[in-house]
């Protein structure tokens, strides 16, 4: 049989008869070479190495190429002499280099393919050795040989903690900010834990009434889900506050956003990170600290959502539920708890009294979402499939950082935080990790109370964070406020120092109308609705050059006002019966 001898980037042929030993045939071919029998391993593409032992005749040889390689005596030390594809199930950021055209792993480049070092890159960009899905992976062949089961363990740990420490050496300042929110996040978890919190908490619940308000309710769900339904009402309804500009603490009158302040030792104390300043008409300044401390919000009694979702996972944990803070990088803050009779993570947001309705950001807010990750005092995950129906599309939306890094990075927070954990809970937490994610990759059908505009703070500033549903949504200008409004809209968290916006509209999309507005007559929705397409109109207008109507932007026969003074003329139009839709 004519074979093709391939070393070192040469093409040699020899004929080789099949009814002798390996040995006969490995000397037939070092015969052609200047280089020493022991120097180098004999391979059989597709097949893998020739052992003396092995009985050539009795071989299907699946091609007619042999390939010679510098025999390996010992596991390669160095983790960049492993085929990293190999062993990651993700493409991660690793030493490559260009051999026979091809961009292969340093690994498969210096013990398989005769690489230069000369050629050596690091590529900060995933990438996947592409010797990896392809009949020529030469270093698969010795994998088995080289790496016991146990080895293999090893070297998958070696991998992935040296792509971590290179990760974060091209994209650290990146990765910093992007991990500040999950830290601090995990500060609030922590307190969660505490039993004098929890007690605070605990005295704080109308139990008995809350219990008899789900047992008079025909359609409650049942157990701790209907009361965990309950706890949410309540909350809103009864015991926390949304607070988009505070009263003056001097007058009581309204104010109006003035900038930041340095927050002070005792604010501090309270994980106060950031102090919004306001002033009235008279001149007075009001303080308002972001605060984060669940122990204060119970308290205080008031905030945005970052502000609800930390107090409400106190009052969670303290109704004996397991919870984790779920953070939206497209600004916004809510609560997961877990259900013991369904086995799974619930939506819990308190800001819209929400629960299991993961699609609302998306299918009813409108909300163009990125990352979102759900963490507990356990782990973190990242949960964006649970929160959108069209992953192609929000991946694309995502590159603030690699997504082989989040994985890792999950992967790492959470074995860390459980490296405490008996055996058996371990085991158990591991089993959540895996139904979960079979849930999140089947994805979820989109109910009637996910198709709902925001309701959570007043319509200038959900119409200007472009909350208000499809109906109502702005087109990308019309999402930038006027300087008045500027003034009256502030964010619902901490803003990062290097935000995460969406991606820039395409200019098909800068140039398209207003979406119509529907019919007031006909539409069944309420008051604030009606109130939501009167502030567009009176703010946008309906992209008619001819509106002859008075109360449309459109007309050109109104003055330009600012979002708080068309918010109120909205709502006066709207009561009094004198608001007009453009035809």
């Known amino acids: ?92 950021l690793q030493p490559a280099s260009q051999v026979l055209n091809l961009h292969v792993c340093q690994g498969c480049a210096g013990l398989c393919r005769a690489g230069s070092p000369a050629e050596l890159d690091i590529h900060k960009e995933p990438f996947r050795c592409q010797c990896i899905g392809t009949d020529e992976c030469l270093f698969a062949c010795r994998k088995e040989e ?7 363990k090893q070297v998958s740990t070696q991998l992935t903690k040296a792509c971590q420490t290179l990760w974060k050496s091209y994209f650290g300042a990146g990765i910093d900010e992007f991990s500040i929110g999950m830290r601090r996040n995990r500060e609030v978890l922590r307190l969660y834990e505490d039993p004098g919190l929890q007690e605070a908490a605990r005295k704080l619940i109308p139990k008995e009434t809350l219990e008899a308000r789900q047992a008079a309710l025909s359609t409650a769900l049942p157990g701790r889900d209907g009361y965990l339904e309950q706890l949410l009402t309540w909350f809103k309804s009864e015991f926390f506050t949304w607070t988009n500009a505070p009263k003056c603490q001097q007058c009581g009158a309204a104010t109006e956003n003035t900038g930041s302040a340095q927050p002070t030792a005792e604010e501090l104390r309270y994980t106060a990170r950031r102090v919004e300043t306001y002033s009235c008409p008279q001149g007075h300044i009001t303080r308002f600290p972001r605060y984060n401390h669940p122990g204060k919000l119970l308290e205080t009694r008031t905030g945005r959502c970052g502000e609800w979702a930390n107090c409400f996972g106190l009052i969670l944990r303290a109704s004996g539920y397991e919870t984790r803070v779920v953070l939206d990088y497209t600004d916004h803050v809510w609560n997961e708890a877990w259900s013991e009779l369904q086995k799974r993570w619930l939506h819990c947001d308190s800001c819209e009294a929400k629960l299991d309705s993961p699609l609302l950001y998306e299918q009813g807010w409108g909300k163009k979402l990125t990352y979102v990750f759900a963490e507990s005092i356990y782990g973190v995950k990242d949960v964006i499939l649970r929160y959108t129906k069209d992953f192609a599309e929000v991946k694309k939306r995502r590159g603030q950082v690699p997504e082989p890094w989040i994985a890792l990075y999950t992967k790492d927070v959470s074995r860390r935080l459980r490296s405490s954990l008996q055996p058996a809970d371990f085991k158990r937490m591991q089993e959540r990790d895996e139904s979960e994610d079979l849930e999140l990759q089947q994805g979820r059908v989109v109910s009637t109370g996910e198709v709902q505009p925001r309701e959570s703070g007043d319509l200038a500033w959900r119409h200007a964070r472009g909350e208000l549903g ?18 009256q809209v502030t964010p619902d968290k901490p803003t990062p120092a290097t935000p995460f916006p969406d991606s820039k509209p395409t200019e098909e999309a800068k140039v398209s109308p207003s979406p119509p507005l529907p019919d007031p007559k006909t539409s069944k929705s309420d008051i604030k609705q009606k109130v939501a397409r009167a502030f567009l109109q009176l703010t946008a207008g309906c992209s008619k050059a001819d509106c002859s109507n008075e109360h449309c932007a459109s007309s050109g026969k109104g003055r330009k006002m600012g979002a708080s003074e068309a918010a109120a003329l909205a709502l006066k139009l709207v009561a009094s019966g004198q608001f007009r839709l453009c035809g």
């Not at 390996?72 to 030390?77: A, E, F, R, V």
Request: with cysteine.
């Open 1 to 92: 049989m004519r074979l093709v001898v391939d070393v070192a980037g040469r093409e040699l042929e020899v004929d080789a008869d099949l009814t002798e030993s390996v040995e006969v045939l490995r000397n037939q071919v070092f015969s052609l070479l200047d280089v020493s029998v022991e120097d180098l391993d004999v391979i059989l593409d597709g097949f893998g190495p020739l052992s003396d032992d092995i009985d050539l005749s009795r071989i299907s040889f699946p091609t007619n190429r042999l390939l010679l390689r510098h025999r390996i005596d010992q596991l390669p030390s160095d983790w960049t002499e492993c085929c990293t594809g190999l062993f990651l199930s993700s493409p991660a």
């Open 146 to 152: 080289w790496y016991p089961l146990e080895a293999q």
């Open 470 to 487: 499809s109906a109502c949504a702005p087109t990308e200008e019309q999402k930038v406020p006027s300087e008045e409004a500027k003034s």
